[in-house]
């Protein structure tokens, strides 16, 4: 069990994790609370601990240091977050520990969150609601060109990361009219759904300055960190919205805060950032172009369980039968 609701499982998912176990297994279900904080488990409950110690697999959000160091018997860890989270890889390879996660499980909601976000501010709803909340009346500020509203058809999408959840993106701008090109770290692997064109990592800041909307869904790696700096949001074309719904570390705040400041940028969406309980001190708070939400992206109370649940159970099967397991993360990698 997650202390963050929306990560607890439902009694109703605890359940059919015990009704559906293979044969010959028992699943332990934890009541007690562990500490979550981002997308990972920061220090398992005592009762984990405990139970963990004879276990052969493990599914919950990442693998902890601590919940290693009691699991002496663990072989396979699946996690319910779509990334790493602040699992010890470390240990996790070093042990030859099989390590899955859920990437894809939360690529619907996010998605329909990224085009939230995006329309917010092409249509100027960001202006609507500070109208709104000072009771007033104001046409101006939409039609005499002081704000950059456009119709959705015009935004050039560039989405980084176009896995799961960067093919969800794509899917719903495309249907809309608008142009998707998407980078991926292996581009030869084809184009996905919703994409009219996929580019290698090193071509980014080549499309960066056709961009009028960036959608950050790439994997926080050494490579990636702070992969959105002020020399790249300086590419950007006027008016650009930029959106992050992968992980915080992956902008540079300062940079960022700089070009909505300078009002290069129309817009920024972001649901994740570097430290998270977003700090009240924060100047994201108070910023009027940037919409933020506090890492929710991906909430979807009936489906998300039920996605996850799918994909855990097949690879549980999997796992008893020797098969070969779905959404294997390369620990090398980072993904």
């Not at 004879?54 to 699946?78: K, N």
């Not at 202006?127 to 009771?135: I, N």
């Not at 002081?146 to 093919?167: H, K, M, P």
């Amino acid at each position: 069990m997650s202390s963050a609701p929306h990560m607890r499982l439902p009694a109703a998912s605890r359940d059919r994790i015990v009704a559906r176990s293979p044969a010959g297994w028992e699943a332990i279900v934890i009541e007690s609370p562990a500490v979550t904080t981002g997308s990972g488990t920061n220090s398992p409950s005592e009762e984990t601990l405990a139970a963990v110690h004879d276990a052969e697999a493990y599914f919950g959000f990442g693998v902890s240091a601590s919940l290693l160091a009691a699991a002496p018997s663990l072989r396979w860890a699946h996690s319910a977050a779509a990334g790493l989270g602040t699992s010890d890889t470390a240990t996790v390879r070093a042990r030859g520990i099989a390590f899955t996660n859920s990437a894809g499980v939360y690529a619907e909601p996010i998605a329909d969150t990224v085009l939230a976000g995006v329309l917010h501010f092409a249509r100027g709803l960001d202006l609507a609601v500070r109208l709104q909340a000072a009771s007033q009346w104001d046409q101006v500020p939409f039609t005499d060109g002081s704000t950059d509203i456009r119709e959705l058809f015009q935004y050039r999408v560039l989405v980084i990361g176009a896995g799961g959840i960067g093919s969800a993106v794509a899917r719903r701008f495309s249907a809309l009219g608008c142009h998707c090109t998407g980078v991926r770290r292996r581009p030869e692997l084809g184009t996905p759904e919703g994409f009219q064109a996929v580019a290698g990592v090193d071509d980014i800041d080549r499309l960066l300055p056709d961009a009028d909307v960036v959608v950050i869904a790439a994997p926080l790696t050494d490579a990636s960190r702070a992969m959105m700096d002020a020399s790249r949001l300086a590419l950007l074309p006027a008016g650009a919205i930029v959106v992050n719904v992968a992980r915080g570390d992956l902008i540079d705040d300062e940079a960022l805060l700089g070009a909505l400041h300078r009002g290069t940028l129309r817009g920024a969406v972001l649901d994740v950032f570097a430290l998270e309980p977003l700090p009240s001190a924060s100047p994201y708070w108070q910023q009027p172009r940037v919409l933020v939400t506090p890492h929710v992206s991906g909430v979807s109370p009936t489906w998300r369980w039920s996605r996850a649940l799918d994909l855990f159970e097949d690879n549980w099967k999997r796992w008893v039968s020797g098969e070969r397991l779905r959404n294997v993360v390369d620990l090398e990698a980072g993904y």
